[in-house]
């Protein structure tokens, strides 16, 4: 099975053309997401289960969760604590 080859004709526009900038703004780019970096973390499975049944338990997001817990930690360590949680504060 061979595999499909990925589209390069963007690359081959010159700069400026409005179809290469509409390629580099993505449409579903969420507006409450911008400045916004995504990052990624690998822990043991269980760790995602149990953050997941405490998701359904506190009716809180992962990200909210996520973002109280670097804000403690930050605290501890007598850092500002920066991270937005989704009513637009920080506590």
Known sequence: ???KKPDLSLL???PGHP???AAATPANKQ???MGMESMTLFFPSEVKRQLWNM???SRKT???MV???LNDYFAKHHKPEIVPLEDGGTE
């Open 1 to 3: 099975m061979s595999k």
């Open 12 to 14: 081959r526009q010159k």
């Open 55 to 57: 998701r359904g338990e």
């Open 19 to 21: 179809q290469q900038a």
């Open 31 to 33: 507006k409450g997401r």
């Open 62 to 64: 992962i990200q909210r």
């Open 67 to 69: 973002g109280e817990a």
